[in-house]
């Protein structure tokens, strides 16, 4: 079953005007800042790291409606998560915008496919996918 469009725009507008997790997270494990310079977007994901668990997500940073939207989708997705299923996750949301792939998530990740639609924009990629890849830059800086 697939969402409908009205739907996806929903809740991107609601995540954009009320985004999840915005703030410090105290005592964060990593964190790693981001820029798409093609739209002006800057992100800065703080992640609080547990036995190889996600535990605690703040987002910082200003831009546009899609890249804020896809910053508190995240942030969403992956408090609660281990770090190999997010990795997997920062892959499918990439495939899922970047790719002609047709990608599903599990029922309870369903409203990242609210962006699927920006893969007709290219411009608005690179907004969608800025916190995917800084997060992506941030779990590699743990491993080192
Ligand atoms: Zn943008």
């Given at each position: 079953?697939?969402?409908s469009?009205?739907?996806?725009?929903?809740i991107?507008?609601?995540?954009s005007?009320?985004?999840?997790?915005?703030?410090?997270?105290?005592?964060?494990?990593?964190?790693?800042?981001?820029?798409?310079?093609?739209?002006?977007?800057?992100?800065?994901?703080?992640?609080k790291?547990?036995?190889?668990?996600?535990?605690?997500?703040?987002?910082?940073?200003?831009?546009?409606?899609?890249?804020?939207?896809?910053?508190?989708?995240?942030?969403?997705?992956?408090?609660?998560?281990?770090?190999?299923?997010?990795?997997?996750?920062?892959?499918?949301?990439?495939?899922?915008?970047?790719?002609?792939a047709?990608?599903e998530?599990?029922?309870e990740?369903?409203?990242l496919?609210?962006?699927?639609?920006?893969?007709?924009?290219?411009?608005r990629?690179?907004?969608?996918?800025?916190?995917?890849n800084?997060?992506?830059?941030?779990?590699?800086?743990l491993?080192?």
């Amino acid at each position: 079953m697939s969402l409908s469009d009205d739907l996806y725009k929903e809740i991107i507008l609601e995540h954009s005007q009320n985004p999840s997790h915005r703030g410090d997270v105290i005592d964060y494990t990593v964190m790693e800042d981001g820029v798409n310079r093609s739209c002006g977007d800057e992100v800065q994901i703080q992640l609080k790291i547990e036995d190889g668990i996600i535990t605690e997500v703040g987002v910082k940073g200003h831009g546009c409606s899609i890249s804020t939207a896809s910053s508190s989708l995240m942030a969403d997705a992956i408090e609660g998560m281990n770090i190999s299923d997010a990795k997997d996750l920062i892959k499918k949301f990439k495939e899922m915008v970047m790719d002609d792939a047709e990608v599903e998530f599990p029922e309870e990740l369903e409203d990242l496919s609210a962006l699927a639609g920006v893969k007709k924009f290219p411009v608005r990629v690179k907004c969608a996918t800025l916190s995917w890849n800084t997060l992506e830059q941030a779990l590699k800086n743990l491993q080192n």
